[in-house]
C-alpha cells in the first residue's frame, strides 16, 4: 500500500512539473486517408455562391494577397507586398476601407509580419508591437514587447495571445500578455525539441476548445497547444503520401523536396487548415505531387473525419473538374474556412491565362471564390 501511495505521489509530481500526461498523449488520434475513396462535392457542399470581383480602384489595388481574412461579413486582404491592409465586404466585392498604413507613428506598422481577425478586432504583428485596429480602421491601441522577434501569432484569446519566431534557431511557442505587454509563458517545447532536429516552422492552422493546433509544413501530425503543453492531438495517414522523412525535410531545401516528389511520383502534404465542430473535424490538406500545381490532384483537398466514429470522407481538387462547370474553381491553392464559408482565391494573371476569364483585366484585383457548407 505505501508503495503504491508512493507511486501515486510520484506521477502527481510529475504532471504538476508539466509533463505530458497519459490522457494527453491518449489524445493522439490516427486518421488513415485513402484518397481513392472520393465523395462526392453534394456531401460538401449546400451552395456554390459564385465568385467575388473585388472592387478595383487606385486606393483598392491588390498587388498580392498573402492572407484572406473573414469576418462579420468582411474579407480582409493582407498584401505583404505592399503592407496595406484592405477590407472588402464579403457579399459584393465593394471596397470598404483600408486598416492602418505604414510608417513609425504610434497608429503605423513598420512591416506586416503577421494578422489575425477576433471579434471584431483585427491584430496586427510588427516589430516590437502589436497594434490593434477596428474593422473600420479605427485605431485601438498597441502592446508593444522587449523580449523576442515574433513572426507568427494565433488569434487572441481574452487578452493573452500565442506568439513565436520563425527567426530563432528554435521555434519556441511564447504567451503574451496583451494588456502589459509580459511574456507570462516560455520555453514550451518547440516542435524541433520533440523531433530532435530542425525543420520548416510550424504555423497556426485552427484550435481545439480553445487551445490552438499547430503543424509544420510537409509534416502529417498536428499538435494541440495548451498553457503547459505541447502533444499530438491528430495523425494523418495518406495512404499514397509516402512523404519525404522528417529528416528529409530537415535537410533539403523546398526545391529538392519538390524533386524527390516528382522522382517518386507521391503526394507532399502542407495542412493549412482545420475546423473542429462538435466530434466532426474539417482538414484542408495542400497537395502537391508530380507535375506540381499543373496536376490537377495538386492543390487543396477537403477532408470530413469523424473523431468518434474515425469515418473519414474526402473531397480532392481533382473531383472539380465539372464539364457542366458548376462548380468551378472549388478549392485552389489559398483558402480561409470561417463557419460553414469557404473562400478561396486565385491571381488575376491566372483567371486570364488559364481561365479564360475575359471580363478579367490585367490590372484588376483578384477574384474571391465563395462556398457554403452542409452542416
Sequence with gaps: MKRFLLLLLFCLALSALGFVSCSAQIQN?????????????DEYVKSYDGYIPLETTDASLVGNI????YDDGKLIVVDK????????????????????????????????????????????????????????????GET??????????????????????????????????????????????????LYGMSGPAPIFIGEYE?????????????YRLSE??????????????????????????????????????????????IEVRGDEIFVMPMAVVQGGYDNPKSGLHLIRHNLKTGQ?????????????????????????MSGDKIFCYWSVDFLIERKGFEQVGEYDNPYIFSFTLNK
Design 228 to 273: 503547459r503543453s505541447l502533444t499530438p492531438f491528430i495523425t494523418f495517414d495518406f495512404d499514397l503520401s509516402g512523404s519525404a522523412t522528417q529528416q528529409e525535410i530537415a535537410t533539403l531545401t523546398q526545391m529538392k523536396l519538390m524533386d524527390k516528389v516528382s522522382e517518386r511520383k507521391e503526394y507532399l502534404y502542407h495542412i493549412k487548415h
Design 29 to 41: 488520434r490516427k486518421c488513415k486517408i485513402a484518397l481513392k475513396q472520393n465523395v462526392s462535392i
Design 144 to 193: 508593444r514587447y522587449k523580449k523576442g522577434r515574433f513572426t507568427k501569432m494565433d488569434r487572441p484569446r481574452g487578452n493573452k495571445i500565442w506568439l513565436y519566431s520563425e527567426l530563432a534557431d528554435s521555434c519556441y511557442f511564447n504567451r503574451m500578455d496583451l494588456t502589459t505587454g509580459e511574456i507570462d509563458v516560455r520555453h514550451l517545447p518547440s516542435i524541433e525539441d
Design 312 to 336: 473519414t470522407k474526402i473531397f480532392t481538387r481533382e473531383d472539380s473538374i465539372f464539364e457542366d462547370k458548376k462548380y468551378p474553381f472549388f478549392f485552389q491553392h489559398n483558402a480561409v
Design 81 to 140: 507586398e505592399n503592407n496595406k491592409i484592405l477590407v472588402f465586404d464579403a457579399a459584393t466585392g465593394k471596397f470598404l476601407n483600408c486598416i492602418g498604413h505604414q510608417g513609425r507613428g504610434p497608429k503605423e506598422f513598420i512591416s506586416l509580419r503577421d494578422v489575425v481577425v477576433a471579434d471584431g478586432k483585427l491584430y496586427v504583428l510588427d516589430m516590437g508591437k502589436i497594434l490593434t485596429y477596428k474593422l473600420s480602421g479605427e485605431f485601438v
Design 66 to 69: 498573402s492572407k484572406l481574412l
Design 210 to 222: 480553445g487551445d490552438p493546433l499547430v503543424a509544420r509544413p510537409y509534416d502529417n501530425i498536428v
